[in-house]
């Protein structure tokens, strides 16, 4: 996608990176709201495009409800997209799966979520937790399990690994449980890790950890992570690209060094404002409304971050910015631009 991970959103027809994992082009999410007389929907994710390189990370970043869960639950397939296209290895997602088969995209798709307990059984032991996707998967002999079981406790660091093998997931930290579900994501040789808030749940003592045990999956075996955050900090750390979203709309996005340091769109600079730095006794003064965060629908126009915006006018009211190139690998849609 014109040589960029993430980058403006082309068509369809446009050059197709060889090494994107995962596509996306023009995705959309409509969710019904619940009324039982009017067929009202809400759009939870509008018009986002990006590629997942092989190897990378790519960040996406925004405050709650701004679509990230809703987007990575379409890759898993937990959702169908309402249109938009997925493209899994150049395949169209829906060809990929009707040649392959939803267990076999799962294997290649894993997920990692927010809280490591509730994805984990309490009444199974964490060798069962290892055992069980390499059994269903195919990837080990039965005979072989359990060496490969020890080897996956390893490799993300919880040794002893006999010991910790035969716990239950209560008698492990929120890190080690972590740790736990990685392994277990880790145990399918998997091409992509969609990890929704990894790290937020967690003791802040632990989320670097998780953090630097994930780059080196990254680097050591080739996994490319989409890693869902609201923390534009740790974005930075991880993940070579980074997408910015405000109400289901990607608003910036480009490598990780200028959408995190010099952010050009004023939501991403308000996400950045609200990062505590050293020195200068917690956070910096936003220099942005308070305003409203607006239900979107297909109908909606204009810039979403419009009633927070401190250089809003009425073209933001009326029209949704276009794409603006502000480097060879800096996008953003933003009027001022
Ligand atoms: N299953 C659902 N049904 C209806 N609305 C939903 C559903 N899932 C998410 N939403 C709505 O979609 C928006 C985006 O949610 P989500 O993707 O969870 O955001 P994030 O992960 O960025 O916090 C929110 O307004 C949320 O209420
Ligand atoms: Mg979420």
Redesign the pocket.
């Known amino acids: 996608m014109l040589n960029s991970t993430v980058s403006r959103a082309p068509s369809s027809e446009e050059n197709r990176v060889s090494s994107a994992v995962l596509s996306v082009r023009h995705l959309v999410k409509d969710f019904a709201l619940g009324h039982a007389l009017k067929s009202e929907t809400m759009r939870a994710v509008n018009d986002v495009s990006f590629d997942l390189n092989r190897g990378e990370a790519l960040a996406i970043v925004g405050e709650s409800g701004s679509g990230?869960?809703t987007g990575a639950r379409i890759l898993s397939r937990i959702y169908r997209q309402t249109s938009g296209e997925v493209r899994f290895k150049g395949q169209l997602l829906e060809d990929f799966i009707a040649k392959h088969g939803e267990l076999e995209y799962a294997r290649q798709v894993q997920m990692i979520f927010q809280d490591p307990f509730g994805s984990l059984n309490p009444v199974h032991t964490i060798y069962h937790h290892i055992a069980r996707p390499l059994l269903i998967h195919g990837r080990a002999n039965k005979a072989d399990v359990p060496a490969k079981v020890y080897q996956l406790l390893e490799l993300v660091g919880l040794t002893p690994v006999a010991e910790t093998a035969e716990k239950y997931p209560h008698e492990l930290s929120g890190g080690q449980r972590q740790r736990v579900a990685i392994a277990r994501a880790i145990a399918v040789d998997p091409e992509v890790i969609l990890a929704?808030?990894p790290i937020s749940m967690l003791d802040v003592s632990v989320r670097l950890g998780i953090l630097n045990l994930m780059s080196d999956l990254k680097d050591k075996m080739g996994i490319s992570f989409m890693y869902i955050t609201h923390d534009i900090a740790t974005a930075r750390y991880f993940a070579e690209k980074t997408a910015v979203m405000y109400v289901g709309h990607m608003v910036e996005w480009g490598d990780s060094d200028s959408v995190t340091q010099t952010p050009q769109h004023p939501y991403s600079q308000l996400l950045l404002s609200a990062v505590p730095k050293v020195g200068n006794g917690g956070r910096r003064a936003l220099a942005v409304k308070k305003g409203e965060i607006p239900l979107w629908h297909a109908e909606s126009v204009g810039c979403p971050f419009v009633g927070r915006c401190p250089r809003a006018t009425s073209t933001c009211q009326e029209t949704m910015p276009d794409v603006t190139q502000l480097s060879e690998t800096h996008f953003a849609r933003c009027h001022h631009l």
């Open positions: 990230k869960s929704d808030e």
